[in-house]
């Protein structure tokens, strides 16, 4: 069998060889995730190094810091600062921890490495940069933190 030309091609006597052409996505890749408030927001795949799922007593509380750190993870012998990136960005409920887990994005710029808990992560989805639109509801502490916003389902 293994010394069957036909074996190692893939292809059969009965069978042409066929192509599938694949559609290009449009846009970038962008994780999309929900924070406490309910809103949704997306992060550029490139600037994302993973997603945890971290259970609460894994990230160590650190005592006189601001209230938007929930503390340190160690990941893999690496120590990342975890923040509740909804309180960042203005919510004043803070991220539950009295979960099983919480959703961690980590990201890293120039080798520092910030964990961004959040309440849900949605999935990857490619979202055209073309569609996105300037809210002018946005709160001041966001504004500097936002490129847009993409009207999600509307034809």
């Known amino acids: 069998m293994v010394g069957n030309p036909d074996f190692l091609t893939g292809r059969g ?12 996505p449009e846009g ?3 994780l999309r995730f929900y924070v406490t408030s309910g809103e949704e927001f997306a ?12 259970p609460p007593d894994r990230i160590t509380p650190i005592p006189n810091v601001s209230p938007l750190l929930l503390g340190t993870l160690n990941v ?7 923040a509740d990136l909804g309180q960042f960005l203005g919510d004043s409920t803070p991220l539950s921890t ?6 961690v ?10 964990g961004l808990a959040v309440d849900r992560i949605v ?9 996105v639109q300037i809210s002018a509801n946005v ?10 916003e993409w009207l999600m389902g509307q034809a």
């Open 13 to 24: 006597y009965d069978q042409a060889p066929e192509f599938q052409e694949l559609e290009s």
């Open 28 to 30: 970038e890749l962008h």
């Open 43 to 54: 992060l550029p795949a490139t600037g994302i190094r993973e997603v945890i799922s971290s």
């Open 76 to 82: 893999r012998g690496r120590v990342i600062w975890v």
């Open 98 to 103: 009295d979960r099983p887990e919480i959703s």
């Open 105 to 114: 994005i980590a990201i890293e710029d120039q080798d520092a490495m910030l």
């Open 123 to 131: 999935g990857m989805d490619w979202l055209d940069i073309e569609e």
């Open 139 to 148: 709160p001041e502490l966001m504004a500097p933190f936002l490129r847009g």
